[in-house]
């Protein structure tokens, strides 16, 4: 079982409609909760960490089930420059490195 | 300010050439991280520097794989005796190292392709 599993997509999502990604994770010491983003042949640019008691920025909502080991990402009203892979990262307690999933392509039909 | 640097931007070599690829982190940040991204494939970590020293090298795939970083600074990543499997995206990150966040910052990476 992969440590991060990501629904691989592709979501294709008119524009203006809300979409969901869920993300699961195996190792319950897992500490810290990302949402990155990367753009097609670009770097991943951190789009929101994740907390315990869910957090929101703009139109995008993360969420956290530490019982069942998944991570969310909603995104409403959507535009087309959401268009592009959505990684769910980890980090475990005591531990420097990152853990990403292979990501979540999404594209924002006009 | 500046961003996480990484030259070169793409590099093409030969099976069984090494090769070294350079990164040049924010300025001030004590924490660098070295990834590798195949096609189509999820960041996969390769080693972590703490200042100089790597206290985690876990993610290298094997010996002909090694990093350095000086002055607390520039790293390089060395890739000995090239194979196509090798071939990827290598992407850098740093961050400064308090318990505030865990956020890493990347660089634009350097393409390898290995032919």
């Known amino acids: 079982r992969k440590e991060v599993e990501q629904d691989p997509g592709p979501f294709n999502v008119p524009e203006g409609a809300t979409v969901a990604f869920n993300c699961t994770y195996s190792n319950s010491a897992s500490q810290s909760f990302f949402w990155y983003r990367q753009d097609c042949r670009k770097e991943p640019k951190l789009l929101m960490s994740v907390y315990s008691s869910g957090n929101e920025d703009g139109r995008f909502t993360a969420q956290l089930n530490r019982a069942s080991q998944y991570i969310s990402l909603l995104i409403r009203d959507s535009k087309l420059s959401d268009s592009a892979t959505y990684l769910c990262v980890v980090n475990w307690a005591g531990n420097e490195k990152l853990t990403f999933g292979t990501g979540t392509r999404l594209t924002i039909i006009p | 300010g500046a961003g996480v640097s990484q030259s070169p931007s793409n590099k093409v070599t030969e099976k069984g050439k090494d090769v070294e690829l350079r990164c040049d982190p924010i300025s001030g940040h004590t924490a660098l991280y070295w990834y590798r991204q195949r096609l189509g494939q999820g960041l996969e970590f390769l080693i972590y520097f703490q200042g100089n020293s790597a206290p985690d090298k876990s993610g290298l795939p094997s010996d002909r794989f090694s990093a350095e970083r000086t002055g607390e600074s520039v790293s390089t990543l060395t890739i000995q005796r090239t194979q196509q499997e090798d071939s990827a995206v290598y992407l850098c990150?740093?961050?400064?190292?308090?318990?505030?966040?865990?956020?890493?910052?990347f660089g634009p990476g350097t393409r390898l392709t290995v032919t």
């Open positions: 990150a740093s961050r400064f190292r308090d318990r505030s966040s865990y956020e890493q910052y």
